[in-house]
């Protein structure tokens, strides 16, 4: 995603944006849905690009996080992008640097009420993470599920939750575990086994 280079950019933070065009494109033999979006208050605009036919979890989830934001349906085919013109959302942008060149990015996207134009007010959380956990079929483990996605999401403050889930073998906790991780972004997830007691304590990662 890149701003618009005659624009000061917008700052590291949480905004409400409004998509004001979408397109879909085939690139290489692969779907992208291109969206431009403006920052309410400012009115500067981004663009954003997801990759709809991705292979990639991360790629996947993206997208997926970022329909439900706007309410819309899970699959793009699903529905006419037309449509997702003048839908609002919130996200954190954050700069990125890739090979000497700096850009930004959106993040954690999330519902806005449509009656409250003065800030971006996310939806109930807890509710938020059933219906995710849902759709990621984790029958059973609701519960499980939304307290690591809690403690996995407080890693953005400044004292994280640590969390150790304990139970019989092939009781299936490294599956919950996974399903519920595959909703964060890609570059926050390190997947470390078999370790000896005293490892982390001499990790520096």
């Known amino acids: 995603m890149k701003n618009e280079k005659e624009q000061t950019p917008l700052g590291d933070g949480i905004y409400e944006f409004e998509i004001i065009s979408?397109?879909?494109l085939n690139e290489n033999s692969r779907k992208k849905l291109r969206l431009e979006v403006k920052e309410v208050k400012s009115n500067k605009t981004l663009q954003i690009i997801f990759a709809v036919d991705a292979t990639d979890s991360w790629k996947e989830n993206r997208l997926a996080e970022f329909l439900r934001a706007l309410g819309a349906p899970g699959e793009l085919q699903r529905f006419d992008t037309?449509?997702?013109i003048g839908k609002?959302?919130?996200g954190r942008v954050f700069t990125v640097e890739k090979d000497g060149e700096k850009f930004k990015n959106i993040i954690e996207f999330n519902k806005v009420h449509e009656e409250d134009n003065e800030s971006p007010q996310v939806t109930n959380i807890y509710k938020e993470f059933q219906t995710d956990i849902a759709e990621l079929t984790v029958v059973g483990e609701t519960e499980l599920g939304i307290l690591i996605l809690l403690v996995a999401v407080s890693s953005y403050l400044p004292k994280p939750l640590n969390l150790s889930v304990r139970g019989p073998?092939?009781?299936g906790k490294s599956f919950v575990i996974k399903k519920i991780l595959s909703?964060?972004?890609h570059d926050k997830v390190v997947t470390l086994a078999y370790l000896s007691p005293k490892?982390?304590?001499?990790w520096k990662g």
């Open 22 to 24: 979408s397109s879909v």
């Open 169 to 171: 073998s092939s009781a």
């Open 88 to 90: 609002r959302f919130s």
């Open 199 to 202: 490892a982390l304590f001499h």
């Open 183 to 185: 909703l964060l972004p």
């Open 82 to 84: 037309d449509s997702l």
